[in-house]
């Protein structure tokens, strides 16, 4: 039986097995980003799959793992309808750009969206390089998070990762720690679900993308599980050293397959 969808992909050569073993692998170290630093599960996730399979495949194989991650961690937040109601123009913007650029997205060449989700990855490299030093004035937040919504809503709609835009946004805003992780996880529901589903709208988000985006909770899990081990023994910058460097060459994949 085929569990994979029809993959009009230069990888449809791959063995299944091979291309199954393959995601398991991308899913646990996803998981392990995950729970080492508490964000970048797509932003692991999504370069590495889209080596092998179409960025719509790709992204459309987060939707389980994403949605059950950030609903765990929104629901663990202290004062969830706080942090809703402070950033409901960063999410609101978030939602409507997401929402226009996938729909954009879904009609451009697989081989333009490849070079486009490498460039998203480069982005996300740059930006989380940049370590802000003073804190947003107050009278700057609202204007700055309704832009930040809007080009973290553009990339997500291309890639999945909103990520970047939004996680260097709130560290600007010094947040305390659990205030950042339940901040962002209700922020990232506001751009996930309109990105699900537009994608099963449009059909790129079926049962078939759905059950195989089951069965990668497990392996997500393990390496949460995993992840949150190595906290004891590797710093979070080290972490970060190693991450950002292999994104960097997964994007120079990327890019150099899309040529």
């Not at 650029?101 to 989700?117: D, T, W, Y």
């Not at 802000?132 to 997500?156: F, N, S």
């Amino acid at each position: 039986m085929n569990l994979l969808p029809q993959l009009p992909w230069t990888f449809t050569a791959v063995p299944e097995f091979a291309l199954l073993g393959f995601a398991a692998l991308a899913f646990l170290g996803a998981g392990i980003v995950k729970g080492t630093l508490g964000v970048g599960l797509p932003l692991f996730a999504v370069p590495l799959l889209s080596l092998v399979l179409p960025p719509p495949t790709a992204i459309s194989l987060l939707v389980v793992p994403v949605l059950f991650s950030n609903l765990w961690q929104a629901a663990q937040a202290a004062q969830p309808l706080k942090y809703a109601t402070r950033f409901r123009w960063l999410s609101l913007s978030l939602l409507v750009s997401t929402v226009v650029s996938v729909k954009l997205s879904l009609a451009l060449p697989m081989e333009l969206l490849s070079l486009l989700v490498a460039a998203s990855v480069i982005c996300a490299v740059v930006l989380m390089l940049y370590k802000p030093q003073g804190a947003i004035p107050a009278a700057r937040e609202l204007p700055l998070g309704i832009v930040v919504g809007i080009l973290a809503g553009v990339m997500g709609g291309l890639s999945s990762m909103t990520g970047p835009f939004i996680i260097t946004y709130l560290l600007a805003l010094k947040l305390p720690r659990d205030e950042f992780v339940g901040s962002i996880s209700i922020i990232y529901l506001f751009g996930m679900i309109p990105l699900y589903l537009v994608l099963a709208y449009y059909g790129r988000l079926g049962l078939t993308e759905t059950s195989m985006s089951l069965l990668a909770i497990a392996p997500m899990a393990l390496g949460m599980a995993i992840g949150r081990r190595m906290r004891a023994y590797l710093s979070e910058a080290s972490f970060r050293r190693v991450l950002l460097g292999f994104l960097a060459s997964v994007a120079v994949l990327l890019v150099s397959k899309g040529v």
